[in-house]
């Protein structure tokens, strides 16, 4: 959310903004918000006028007792002018919740550095590491490898909960957690404090990090609750600060938090009816940074670059893929996907995402700074550690053998007791 003082000085600005975003048809909401804002002031100013002639007519009316004059007008004057003031001030409330709903319709100010695009097909890729190998044998899915392993169960899982959840079974739910231990250990080295979040949040605390759309597209609601299922620990994370002044001198905040996470996906994406990739609920590690509006870049760099060397750790191939201008959601600024390489589809998708909101977050969630004397917004970045279905699609394929099996990783194998390969369960007689 941008603050309403940029947009009535910089109209143009926030309209150029919003056409390099490819988004013209929003550009009628800067002038609709305002004539809305004109006459929320103007009305301000009404009210603030009357209040200033009623404080002016009471010391008339005790002048005039003073005096022995007769009050009558006077007083029947001054009944009026709350009535007035109360037919104002509820036109001003209408107003003022119409004002805050544009200013969340109103897009974020993308950063000079995004490249200027229309879509998610024009975004450019920065770096690649490393390069993908040439398995020399028929490349099987991720489906395949972990149902014939025995490791999987969507079938049972679409019959108890339907389509977008799975069973992980013996060595791949081992995976999955040697995948969350490892994140986490990472980032703790990395002087992040780890946190467990709650697995609900209020609709005031989602409001702050989601548009209505995505809320409706997104959010699982839970019945006659003010709660809905978090679709990443993100939204409790930075939610920890709502309405919070926080010191300038303990910034920056550096958090890791690890959650499942909860998705309806109605969107154009879809759920994968049988697969790891998109489904409704998976297992996410999350990093977010609180930070002075100065040091959010640094911290955008920082982040990236740990998500980078995660997975170079897990000798996946990888590359970073820049969002251009019409890729960004609303309260980005800048952002940046880590995608890995399918050797089944002979293309890479996304693994991680990293983002710098600048202050738009924070101005939503109305999280502020202080020195003891002044306060401002303060700059918030978010980014995945790792989402562990995705990176566990990328192990099974990147990593699978000839004969069925599927070699685990080194610097997971302490966390599974040693174990170097997935393989066929063998049947004990």
């Not at 590491?129 to 020399?136: A, D, F, R, S, V």
């Not at 920056?252 to 499942?260: Q, R, Y």
């Not at 609303?330 to 995608?339: G, H, P, R, T, V």
């Not at 390489?341 to 990293?354: A, D, G, Q, V």
């Amino acid at each position: 959310m941008l603050d309403i003082n940029f947009i009535r000085e910089n109209p143009k600005l926030v309209k150029e903004n919003i056409k390099k975003k490819f988004q013209s048809e929003r550009v009628k909401k800067v002038d609709e918000l305002l004539e809305k804002d004109k006459k929320y002031r103007e009305l301000l100013q009404k009210s603030e006028k009357l209040r200033a002639e009623r404080n002016n007519i009471t010391s008339e009316i005790n002048l005039l007792k003073k005096q022995g004059e007769d009050i009558s007008k006077t007083v029947k004057k001054a009944k009026e002018i709350p009535d007035k003031i109360k037919k104002i001030e509820d036109v001003q409330d209408k107003l003022k919740e119409e004002i805050r709903e544009l200013l969340f319709d109103i897009p974020n100010m993308i950063h000079k550095s995004v490249p200027i695009g229309k879509d998610d097909k024009e975004n450019i890729v920065r770096e690649k590491i490393g390069e993908p190998k040439k398995l020399g044998f028929d490349v099987k899915s991720h489906v395949e490898i972990a149902e014939k392993l025995g490791v999987v169960d969507f079938d049972i899982s679409a019959k108890t909960s339907g389509n977008g959840f799975y069973y992980l079974k013996g060595d791949l739910a081992l995976l999955n957690m040697a995948l969350v231990n490892f994140a986490r250990d990472y980032m703790v080295k990395q002087g992040y404090e780890y946190v467990e979040p709650p697995l609900m949040i209020r609709e005031n605390v989602l409001r702050g990090v989601y548009s209505h759309e995505e809320i409706e597209e997104m959010a699982y609601k839970i019945e006659d609750e003010d709660l809905f299922l978090i679709a990443t620990s993100e939204h409790p994370l930075i939610g920890m600060f709502i309405n919070k002044i926080i010191d300038k001198d303990e910034l920056p905040i550096k958090i890791t938090g690890f959650s499942s996470c909860f998705r309806k996906e109605i969107g154009s994406h879809g759920i994968d009816e049988k697969g790891l990739f998109r489904t409704h609920q998976f297992n996410k590690q999350e990093m977010v940074v609180i930070c002075e509006p100065e040091d959010s870049y640094k911290f955008y760099d920082e982040m990236l670059g740990h998500s980078k060397a995660i997975f170079k750790k897990l000798g996946l191939p990888i590359r970073e893929r820049e969002c251009c201008s019409g890729d960004l959601a609303d309260l980005k600024a800048k952002s940046a996907d880590l995608e890995a390489w399918s050797p089944r589809k002979k293309e890479y998708f996304e693994i991680t995402s990293c983002t710098n909101m600048e202050a738009a977050q924070a101005r939503r969630l109305n999280i502020k700074v202080t020195d003891g004397k002044v306060k401002w917004h303060a700059h918030t970045l978010n980014n995945t550690v790792i989402a562990t279905s995705r990176a566990m699609v990328a192990i099974l394929e990147n990593f699978q053998q000839r004969d069925g099996s599927v070699k685990i990783p080194k610097v997971l194998q302490s966390y599974m007791g040693g174990k170097e390969r997935i393989e066929v369960k063998k049947k004990i007689n």
